[in-house]
């Protein structure tokens, strides 16, 4: 019924490295489509609302692709429960490499130039034609604070260094940029580049995509080279860029892409500490956060360098 035509589902089986959730690899026969899907489901029991929402991130991504950006086709996008009570998204299967595949074929400051170039591709369109055509706007202030109170959820030892943190923000928070898409979790993990040729072919999981300032995502950006630093596994990928590189090919002043990278270290950490315990009271289990203790304590600290 959710597909509209009668199917034949010839495989089924997990997909992706295991930290995106609920995804799946389909073959699938049918009359207007025949070959590999990507199906991602809400988690079982979720109400359907914000990174639960799958049909919502699924709606960006069709309207991304139908621009011309680099986005998956979605054939199915669903926020009404219509699969056992979860929203869901069924998109073709999008060729590319991941980030250090990339790495080796075109190189540091290549890799990295496209993600900022796709930035300034999705900031030349309002919310109306990316997905979004209701979606309130999030102040810098607001998204800040989103964090500050995910990080009363993470392990007691990170609360001081995240507070201490957030106050520094806040002291020297800088004027709001223009509406716009934001990804919320840009970074080099979340793309796929072309194996031959120098260019992005699918930017993936808009999980907390929001309309706000566009340079919280390039906060992301260079947060995810910052953490090169560390001896933890780096999922969001770390071309050897700097701050500097990423400011001046977005057009950007260090101080402010800095601001923009501790603002994106307090994310992190909130997010870090809060995916442990949630790893740790069994609610999503995830091994990986036990190999990410050094990066989340050391995050809120280091970063506020970034501010002086």
């Not at 055509?133 to 392990?155: F, H, K, Y």
């Not at 957030?166 to 898409?181: D, E, F, I, S, T």
Request: with cysteine; charged share 20%; proline share 7%.
């Amino acid at each position: 019924m959710l597909w509209g035509e009668p199917v034949e589902i010839t495989g089924l089986a997990p997909f992706g490295d295991g930290h995106s959730g609920f995804t799946y690899l389909i073959e699938l026969r049918a009359m207007r489509w025949t070959g590999e899907l990507v199906l991602r489901l809400s988690p079982p029991g979720a109400r359907i609302a914000g990174p639960a929402d799958v049909g919502r991130q699924g709606r960006i991504m069709a309207a991304l692709h139908g621009l011309g950006l680099p986005a998956p086709r979605v054939l199915v996008a669903d926020s009404a429960g219509a699969i056992g009570g979860r929203s869901c998204a069924a998109m073709v299967r999008v060729p590319g490499v991941e980030w250090r595949s990339a790495l080796v074929r075109h190189g540091n400051g290549p890799v990295a130039e496209l993600a900022v170039r796709l930035l300034h591709e999705i900031g030349r369109h309002p919310s109306a034609e990316v997905g979004m055509p209701n979606e309130q706007v999030t102040s810098i202030i607001d998204d800040l604070g989103r964090w500050r109170s995910l990080a009363d959820r993470a392990p007691e030892s990170l609360l001081g260094p995240i507070h201490r943190l957030y106050a520094a923000l806040v002291a020297k928070v800088p004027a709001q940029g223009p509406p716009r898409l934001v990804h919320g979790d840009f970074h080099y993990g979340n793309l796929l580049f072309d194996e031959s040729v120098a260019r992005l072919t699918a930017v993936l999981d808009w999980e907390i995509a929001t309309i706000s300032d566009q340079r919280l995502d390039l906060g992301c950006l260079a947060l995810a080279s910052f953490r090169r630093r560390y001896s933890d596994p780096n999922p969001t990928g770390g071309p050897d860029v700097s701050v500097d590189d990423l400011a001046s090919w977005y057009g950007s002043p260090s101080a402010e892409a800095g601001w923009f990278t501790a603002a994106a270290g307090l994310k992190y950490a909130a997010i870090l500490g809060h995916n442990l315990m949630q790893h740790r009271r069994g609610r999503r289990v995830d091994h990986v956060y036990e190999q990410l203790w050094e990066t989340m304590h050391e995050l809120p600290t280091d970063v506020m360098a970034l501010l002086d």
